[in-house]
């Protein structure tokens, strides 16, 4: 896909005519000859009003297909951006040109959820602010915030605030922010003039789509040990020394592995959880903002964390939830988990259409039909044992009586014979 000049929205059709439980759009780019990979976003942060750079490839999905959605028009649209000179990272990552690749997921591809509310949740820029309990007792290794829109699409929420300031022009900001913890799952969103629950437009090529208030599906899962490849946790305050590669221990498998980088606060014992995302859609200049961005490729996870005294690791504030539970951290724990997906992903592989045909085809000789029409099955009841006798006794009387018929016949032609001789 490429931002600015590229085609906006892309339609990617999937063949499970129901809503998938998760999607995962991997954008892969090149840095200094790396192969780098990014996650797409839920719904788009900002649009191109603000003269900021701001982008990523946003998704949208349905029964039958997923929409992706670049930055189009003005030449500060990214489909990748890790922030510039407002975060640290191991590059500087400004990119308009991408490939992109799906995975989708059905609900029973996954184990089955240890938490799921599904009941009636709405969220909308009049209510910004929602909190949902659950019954898990510790915070859950995974949580998946469906955002369920009333053309039938769906969005998925998110876990940065790169722009958090009322902008007195015509800009408009987007999503549903949520934070977990060990009792509940906090949600968040903008709550201003101009602003939407989810929205795609102004920037963000052939499609103008915005919904104020939309229903929220949430699951969570606690993992078992076999599902987690890896987990690697460090603290980290702001100004500390950089560690923004994390090396990982074997391989990443781009279509059986899963990354989900977590940003805790570590200012309280029951801080709140916050994912990180795969690229930063900046405000005006000093504006405050937060969020962690990260990417990664077969060997490592590389993080962008915020370097300016505005930005924030953790940051709540300004038009998300009107004012409610603001939280501005930057003293966290950092948790980078790899997520096997090879026992719930539904994988579909092309197949050799010569193979095909022979793993179908099946000798006659070797069916079940043609085994059981040779084979005697044994009867244990005296009643069949009867029977089976009385028809034995029958044959037998059958045949004695026709070699009997024949008997005086035989015996006159020997005894014939021997008077000749």
Known sequence: MKAISGTSPITVSHPFNEIPAKVDVQVKVTENGKEYIFPGLGSIQRDND????????????????????????????????????????????????????????????????????????????????????????????????????????????????????????????????????????????????????????????????????????????????????????????????????????????PDSHMVIVEIKDATISDGKVFYAAGTASLGNINDPFGGVVFGYNQTDVLLWTPSVTNGHLIYVDGIWGDGTETMEINTVQISVTIVSTSNSVNNFTAINIDDLVQDLTVSKKTTSTHVRSLTSAYDPRPSAKAMGAVGITVLCLVLGLIILADCDLLVRKFCLKNDRN
């Open 50 to 253: 603000i003269n900021t750079p701001y982008g990523g490839v946003a998704y949208t999905y349905n029964e039958t297909s997923v929409l992706l959605i670049v930055p189009k028009g003005k030449n500060i649209g990214r489909v990748i951006y890790t922030g510039g000179l407002s975060y640290n990272g191991v590059f500087d990552g400004s990119f308009i040109s991408a490939k992109v690749r799906v995975r989708v997921w059905r609900l029973f591809d996954w184990p089955k959820p240890d938490f799921v509310h599904n009941c009636n949740l709405s969220i909308s820029t009049a209510e910004p602010y929602k909190l949902v309990t659950h019954s898990l007792r510790r915070q859950p290794d995974f949580v998946t915030v469906q955002v369920m829109l009333n053309d039938g699409f769906v969005s998925e929420g998110q876990g940065v605030t790169t722009v958090t300031e009322d902008d007195s022009g015509t800009n408009h900001v987007c999503g549903v922010l949520f934070g977990i913890s060990t009792t509940s799952i906090t949600l968040w969103v903008p709550s201003k003039n101009r602003d939407y629950v989810i929205c795609y437009n102004d920037g963000w090529g052939d499609i103008a789509r915005m919904y104020d208030s939309a229903l929220v599906v949430i699951r969570a899962w606690v993992l078992s040990s076999a599902d987690v490849v890896q987990r690697e946790t460090f603290p980290y305050s702001r100004g500390d020394v950089f560690k923004g590669t994390i090396p990982l221990m074997c391989n990443l498998d």
